[in-house]
């Protein structure tokens, strides 16, 4: 049974960094391309960052850029979220994707993923 269970999320202040985990079961996922979502509270899903296929490429949401770093090791079958100087907007469910066949083009489209977790809570308040 495949699987993505994220770990790492809770409550920060403004400004702190938080490392989220996801790790993934299953079947090897070396080649797929993995990606972070995040949904706040009424609001659709939102594309933070992925690393496609195995080509080691990273994309990033325009507003976290320069904040939130996208990495994976393939030897745990794992995929990293460091976010950095995190803001109130910041706040969301963050969820981890993956597909195994997913074109560059809908890299940023929560649609083209088949594989979810079910997410982890980030809050970012004072």
């Known amino acids: 049974q495949v699987q993505l269970i994220e770990t790492g999320g809770g409550l920060v202040q403004p400004g702190a960094s938080l490392r989220l985990s996801c790790a993934a079961s299953g079947r090897t996922f070396n080649r797929d391309t993995m990606a972070w979502f995040r949904q706040a509270s009424g609001k659709e899903r939102e594309f933070v960052a992925a690393t496609f296929r195995s080509y080691g490429r990273t994309y990033y949401g325009d507003s976290m850029k320069g904040r939130f770093t996208i990495s994976r090791d393939t030897s745990k079958n794992s995929v990293y979220l460091q976010m950095n100087d995190l803001k109130p907007e910041d706040t969301a469910v963050y969820y981890c994707?993956?597909?195994?066949?997913?074109?560059?083009?809908?890299?940023?489209?929560?649609?083209?993923?088949?594989?979810w977790g079910r997410g982890t809570q980030v809050t970012v308040s004072s």
């Open positions: 994707a993956a597909d195994p066949s997913l074109i560059l083009s809908d890299l940023r489209r929560h649609q083209a993923y088949d594989y």
